[in-house]
């Protein structure tokens, strides 16, 4: 058994919640030191901008939707990259980070690809520009992406890859519905997620495009911790972290989570997969990876499974984190607490 090293995991779309980690605002300094840096960046960017999404953030029915893509992204990525400096700051120290979609970004940004300003910068520039994006949704199917080709038609691709047994497609909103009705037919689950925007499909290409020239006006660093790329299942490399095409393509390109995390889990024992971000969705799929299920890797969420009290997310971090210790403990051969 390797010795254990813990993978930061940061989930993306349609994660959100209302209300997503804020029983740790005011309450966790690291957490809340974080989430103001970036909301205050938002203002920076676009006066005004970084009190609208903290107000939409804490209210319990917002003025926007959380789904829309003005209120998904931007606040996706404060609380992942909050609750990625509350974990380092409470002595997680990650062995390397891997984002979903939007969680990439924050990933990148703990590993100092990006400051937090020019990362909350590029992130309200992605999302005004795919705001401009016809409407389109999301679909998880209980399926891998090989059972659904006769379903992608109309618009509707493969979105990403989550894991063997999990798809998600994504299109416009009529083609989608007619897809989960004939999904529904065959026997097989699905389910809407969260979502006004079909995420990672070539229909947004002519949105995206334009970011590119923002990245390219925006300076880079190599990763000071190793970040696997959810797109290209292998390291974020400092010529590929310096690529504007690669970060304007993220929101039509692919999701490769599960390929990126069986790369990871395949290649080591010792691993304690860590989601910090909203939801479980990402720990659901982690344990279903053959070495987790053998006890060869463990999994962690922070969170709880979704919106709550707000003493919940406090009750939820602290057994996270001592689950935490308690799961490096046994993978390193002593007894858990």
């Known amino acids: ?67 829309h893509v003005t209120r998904s992204q931007p606040l996706l990525f404060a609380v992942d990259y909050a609750l990625g400096r509350m974990a380092m700051a409470r002595g997680v120290r990650p062995w390397a ?47 891998g992406a090989g059972a659904l080709e006769p379903y992608l038609r109309d618009g509707v691709v493969v979105a990403a890859l989550n894991s063997p047994r999990q798809t998600i497609l994504a299109g416009p909103d009529q083609a989608l519905a ?85 790369s990871i889990l395949s290649s080591r024992t010792g691993v304690v997969c860590v989601e910090a971000g909203p939801g479980q969705g990402l720990s659901a799929l982690a344990r279903r990876h053959p070495t987790v299920r053998r006890g060869e890797n463990a999994v962690v969420a922070l969170l709880p499974p979704g919106e709550g009290p707000a003493a919940a997310d406090r009750e939820s971090v602290a057994a996270g984190l001592a689950s935490v210790r308690d799961r490096e403990a046994v993978l390193n051969g002593r007894p858990a607490r």
Request: glycine share 10%; hydrophobic share 45%; with cysteine.
């Open 178 to 262: 007619q897809v989960a009705v004939a999904l529904h037919e065959e026997g097989l689950t699905c389910r809407r997620i969260p979502s006004l925007t079909a995420f990672h499909s070539p229909a947004l290409a002519p949105y995206a495009a334009g970011a590119a020239e923002r990245f390219a006006a925006t300076p880079v660093s190599a990763p000071r911790i190793p970040v696997h790329s959810g797109y290209r299942a292998g390291l974020l490399t400092g010529p590929l972290a310096a690529d504007p095409s690669y970060w304007a393509g993220h929101p039509v390109e692919t999701v490769r989570f599960w390929p990126a995390l069986d």
């Open 97 to 143: 980070l891997l984002g979903h979609s939007i969680g990439e970004m924050a990933a990148a940004t703990l590993a100092g690809v990006f400051t937090p300003l020019d990362a909350a910068g590029l992130v309200l520039d992605r999302v005004r520009r795919l705001a401009a994006a016809p409407p389109g949704g999301m679909l998880a199917v209980a399926a």
């Open 1 to 67: 058994m390797d010795a254990s090293a813990i993978l930061l995991m940061f989930p993306g779309q349609g994660s959100q919640y209302p209300r997503m980690a804020a029983g740790l605002y005011g309450n966790e300094p690291a957490f809340t030191s974080a989430l103001d840096e970036v909301f205050d960046a938002y203002d920076a960017e676009a006066p005004g901008e970084g009190g609208r999404l903290r107000t939409d953030w804490l209210a319990e029915r917002p003025e926007v939707p959380l789904p």
